[in-house]
Nanobody
């Protein structure tokens, strides 16, 4: 059974930084293209960034140049370094497989950007 556990969220002022982590279990992590998603109140879940099994990355236009996705296959972990955060980045952040999500989602980690 796939389990995804996100952590690292919190309250930060505009311009601040956070580093999110997601530990996966129940899968051969290194084989999968992974992604970070976010869901803001009243909005649909959206794709933020993804990373292929060999480390190629892609970003939504709204976060390009500010966020960096990375992975450590030895630790079954995918990271999201978020810099220069904006109030519009406020959301619950989730990790999962790129596009075709695993059957279960983690609980996510709340990121709140506010002065």
């Amino acid at each position: 059974q796939v389990q995804l556990v996100e952590s690292g969220g919190g309250l930060v002022q505009p311009g601040g930084s956070l580093r999110l982590s997601c530990v996966a279990s129940g899968i051969i992590f290194r084989l999968y293209r992974m992604a970070w998603y976010r869901q803001a109140p009243g909005k649909q879940r959206e794709l933020v960034a993804d990373i292929t099994d060999f480390g190629s990355t892609n970003y939504a236009d709204s976060v390009k140049g500010r966020f960096t996705i990375s992975r450590d296959n030895a630790k079954n972990t995918v990271y999201l370094q978020m810099n220069n955060l904006e109030p519009e980045d406020t959301a619950v952040y989730y990790c999962n497989r790129y596009l075709v999500a695993f059957g279960s989602w983690g609980r996510g980690t709340q990121v709140t950007v506010s002065a």
